[in-house]
């Protein structure tokens, strides 16, 4: 497919940003390239776009950063980086396979950028002259690509890193508990037997069900969640196994409501999260 300074640090790693625009819905950026002074002009103009922008500075640290991070686009200086490996080892994880890439070229007709779109990867030459409109095609990647359990996922993957500084106790998933409880998306944090031990105001907003009831039941109790999330999949989930997909939740009123779902067991002992997104 094809389409037609600020001294900051140009390390690899999460860039700072000043300014932030409701409109970028807190996206993330991923920028690919050896090149210090392209990383650092490319983060510039994302930076002021209101994205969060992450910058690697190879393959291997690419991969690394978009596990950890789920950016929601990669974008590649194709002229010095081998987008094909990249894309291969991207498309190889089930967390990141679904991560739109965009790769910047000097040529279009360079057998690379025709190589790239022969893979399906969106190429685009851009220049000094018209590069604020790398922008709008990032964004219109975004839009084509599912987002709602990169989201989750990402969120959960914040808070098991966050686990890691908490004491592995009873204080320390009290401090977790109370986190958790101030987050505006939909979690729950269920113990080795699926009972409710922490719940997120997000969660009490989609179920309908106030914290204090929610910490009295079970996800086992289908007038609590039903349908496909109850019995088998929790089990599994339960038993140490991750889960993105779309289920069906059952709210206080009784009514059957479709969710994106995300899960990670075992971020402390006995400490299991899953997030909610309506579909």
């Given at each position: 497919?094809?389409?037609?300074?600020?001294?900051?640090?140009?390390?690899?790693?999460?860039?700072?940003?000043?300014?932030?625009?409701?409109?970028?819905?807190?996206?993330?950026?991923?920028?690919?390239?050896?090149?210090?002074?392209?990383?650092?002009?490319?983060?510039?103009?994302?930076?002021?776009?209101?994205?969060?922008?992450?910058?690697?500075?190879?393959?291997?640290?690419?991969?690394?950063?978009?596990?950890?991070?789920?950016?929601?686009?990669?974008?590649?200086?194709?002229?010095?980086?081998?987008?094909?490996?990249?894309?291969?080892?991207?498309?190889?994880?089930?967390?990141?396979?679904?991560?739109?890439?965009?790769?910047?070229?000097?040529?279009?007709?360079?057998?690379?950028?025709?190589?790239?779109?022969?893979?399906?990867?969106?190429?685009?030459?851009?220049?000094?002259?018209?590069?604020?409109?790398?922008?709008?095609?990032?964004?219109?990647?975004?839009?084509?690509?599912?987002?709602?359990?990169?989201?989750?996922?990402?969120?959960?993957?914040?808070?098991?890193?966050l686990a890691r500084y908490y004491t592995p106790d009873a204080e320390g998933q009290a401090s977790l508990r109370k986190l958790i409880d101030h987050l505006q998306v939909a979690i729950l944090a269920v113990d080795e037997q699926g009972r409710c031990?922490?719940?997120?105001?997000?969660?009490?907003?989609?179920?309908?069900?106030?914290?204090?009831?929610?910490?009295?039941?079970?996800?086992?109790?289908?007038?609590?969640?039903?349908?496909?999330?109850?019995?088998?999949?929790?089990?599994?989930?339960?038993?140490n196994r991750q889960f993105t997909g779309t289920a069906t939740i059952r709210n206080r009123a009784g009514e059957q409501v479709t969710v994106h779902a995300a899960g990670v067991a075992e971020i402390m002992p006995g400490f299991h999260l899953a997030?909610?997104?309506?579909?």
């Amino acid at each position: 497919m094809e389409r037609g300074q600020d001294k900051r640090s140009t390390r690899p790693g999460r860039r700072g940003s000043d300014r932030r625009s409701p409109a970028a819905d807190n996206r993330r950026v991923l920028l690919v390239g050896p090149d210090e002074a392209w990383r650092l002009l490319h983060a510039y103009v994302f930076e002021e776009a209101g994205y969060a922008v992450y910058a690697a500075a190879d393959d291997l640290q690419a991969v690394a950063f978009a596990t950890r991070l789920l950016p929601d686009a990669v974008v590649v200086d194709l002229d010095v980086t081998d987008i094909a490996d990249l894309a291969a080892r991207l498309s190889g994880q089930s967390s990141t396979r679904d991560i739109p890439l965009l790769a910047l070229t000097t040529s279009l007709d360079g057998v690379d950028a025709q190589d790239a779109r022969n893979a399906g990867i969106v190429t685009v030459m851009v220049d000094a002259a018209n590069i604020d409109l790398l922008v709008d095609e990032v964004d219109t990647l975004i839009a084509a690509a599912p987002r709602a359990q990169r989201s989750l996922r990402r969120r959960l993957l914040d808070l098991q890193e966050l686990a890691r500084y908490y004491t592995p106790d009873a204080e320390g998933q009290a401090s977790l508990r109370k986190l958790i409880d101030h987050l505006q998306v939909a979690i729950l944090a269920v113990d080795e037997q699926g009972r409710c031990i922490a719940a997120s105001d997000g969660a009490t907003t989609l179920t309908g069900y106030s914290r204090g009831q929610l910490l009295t039941t079970s996800v086992f109790e289908t007038e609590f969640l039903g349908g496909p999330m109850s019995d088998a999949r929790w089990q599994g989930f339960l038993a140490n196994r991750q889960f993105t997909g779309t289920a069906t939740i059952r709210n206080r009123a009784g009514e059957q409501v479709t969710v994106h779902a995300a899960g990670v067991a075992e971020i402390m002992p006995g400490f299991h999260l899953a997030a909610f997104a309506a579909a």
